[in-house]
């Protein structure tokens, strides 16, 4: 897989790669956002930038930055970022679409990188690629990795029904397979990246891989600490693990808004409890590694390892080959 040709462009005047991205109130750091698809080493490329009702001065922002003949600007009411996605995906002119949250950056060779894998295999409808997690600016605090990174890979995760994950900020698609797809689900926010990535390979059987390389700086944030926010998170990666077994083996899908209202067992509910307090405090060790606080990190992660020893360990392990802490 190689970097793509601008000189192989058949069609000069439109986009080869569309990046969406949804904005709710990010003027502090849209700016860098956008700057760096401006730095793009692929040229061929346009920015919509869908507002989903900022209440701050991102629209003062927009309003400066719409004098770029390549980002267009549309807004929604509020829909959420799947939503806002959405609206995005069904203006998009490119064959490709990038997605590019509106507080991560994109390496320079991010659209080139994975433009060129897509292009030098038709089979492929989406790369994603592993990212760097960071808080402070250039100052990597770890790597997701860009896992499965082969057809052999992604197989043999397929075999055992496991949830295939990436930030949604490293996909790039064509954008005839997000269509076939129906885009972003929004009952799925604030996991609507990893419902369509596993609804794509394991319902539709579309081949999905990562690209090794870090593409994209993921921005670690105090939000996404929030207990309320991933515990929704965890209980959805538990309906899309038993979704993906039930694909796997021909079995009638549960309801989501069923299993969601569900009353779990006592011991369902002291086990999620425990495993969702471990994933909390390593997440809140992780940012405070990435914000260069040092206290409380070993006592969270040691408290989290009694808690969920298997988690933390995969961790570890993780981290110890460059995964780092931070982003589950």
Known sequence: MGKYRERDRQEPDTPVVSVVTAVKNGEATLEETVES??????????LLIVDDGSTDGTPDLLERLSDHERIRLFSSPGLGPAGARNVGIAEAQGRYVAILDADDIAMPERLAEQVGALESAPALVAVGSAAYHFVRRGVPAGVQPGHPTS?????????????????HSTMCWRKGALEELGGFDERFSPSEDAELLNRAIYERNMTVL?????????RL???SLSSGGLRRQRMIA??????????????????????MARRPTTRERTRWA????????YREAGYRVASGRRGGVVSRVLLSAALHPRYVIRKLWRQRFGSGLGRT
């Open 210 to 218: 990562g690209l090794p390389k870090p593409l994209v700086w993921y």
């Open 151 to 167: 057809r052999d890979e992604l197989r043999s995760m397929l075999e055992k029904g496991m949830l295939i994950t990436w930030s």
């Open 37 to 46: 698809i401006r730095r793009q080493s692929l040229t061929g490329w346009e």
């Open 238 to 259: 538990r309906y899309l693990e038993m979704r993906n077994e039930c694909w796997l083996h021909d079995r009638p899908v549960p309801d989501f808004e069923d299993f």
């Open 221 to 223: 944030s105090r939000n």
């Open 274 to 281: 425990r495993h969702d307090l471990a994933a909390e405090l």
